[in-house]
T-cell receptor, first 109, second 115 residues
Framework: GQNIDQPTEMTATEGAIVQINCTYQTSGFNGLFWYQQHAGEAPTFLSY????GLEEKGRFSSFLSRSKGYSYLLLKELQMKDSASYLCAVVGGDYKLSFGAGTTVTVRA | GAVVSQHPSWVICKSGTSVKIECRSLDFQATTMFWYRQFPKQSLMLMAT?????????EQGVEKDKFLINHASLTLSTLTVTSAHPEDSSFYIC???????????FGPGTRLTVT
């Protein structure tokens, strides 16, 4: 089975940095995705990690440690529009995506 | 590129009726399409995986006779919720994979309300 854990909620101030952690235990591993989802909308792709290390893409960065079953998404220079749910999803050995419950990030002025 | 559409975006139906949701990949061919369900404040739960021209593979606990999936072509998959009940009310999201990597491209979702 797949077990993916991430915090339920996080709150931060506009302009600040927030780090969303994700730990996973899965049957097989073929990479980890981070998605952003606004209420009532479909998820949008943020990042994909399959090798250990940090991937930086503008204000968003994602890190993976396969040996620790751990990833984080780092959001810098937070903007109000970044208020959303962030989903950690792992591609298992069966090539299917298993999603964590999502972390709701609230950005305050 | 990599756009996936869903139709309808929302639908209200009466208990006992059937509803069909379409998922189309607009600018690529999808070897595999996936159907997810998402209840409020919960994450996406995979319902089934469909490959063009073959029967869908359903996840444990998903009734295949209730949720009929047809993957008629490389750009179209349909989900039919048969004999809908209020507990089927949910946000249904499809995704498509072109077969080049593991990324799935998501449709905008369909909000189903059964009264």
């Amino acid at each position: 089975g797949q077990n993916i854990d991430q915090p339920t909620e996080m709150t931060a101030t506009e302009g600040a940095i927030v780090q969303i952690n994700c730990t996973y235990q899965t049957s097989g591993f073929n990479g980890l995705f981070w998605y952003q989802q606004h209420a009532g909308e479909a998820p949008t792709f943020l990042s994909y990690n399959v090798l250990d290390g940090l991937e930086e893409k503008g204000r968003f960065s994602s890190f993976l440690s396969r040996s620790k079953g751990y990833s984080y998404l780092l959001l810098k220079e937070l903007q109000m529009k970044d208020s959303a749910s962030y989903l950690c999803a792992v591609v298992g050995g069966d090539y299917k995506l298993s999603f964590g419950a999502g972390t709701t990030v609230t950005v305050r002025a | 590129g990599a756009v996936v559409s869903q139709h309808p975006s929302w639908v209200i139906c009466k208990s006992g009726t059937s509803v069909k949701i379409e998922c189309r990949s607009l600018d690529f061919q999808a070897t595999t399409m996936f159907w997810y369900r998402q209840f409020p404040k919960q994450s996406l739960m995979l319902m089934a995986t469909s490959n063009e021209g073959s029967k869908a593979t359903y996840e444990q606990g998903v009734e295949k006779d209730k949720f009929l999936i047809n993957h008629a072509s490389l750009t179209l998959s349909t989900l039919t919720v048969t004999s809908a009940h209020p507990e089927d009310s949910s946000f249904y999201i499809c995704s498509a994979n072109p077969g080049t990597d593991y990324e799935q491209y998501f449709g905008p979702g369909t909000r189903l309300t059964v009264t």
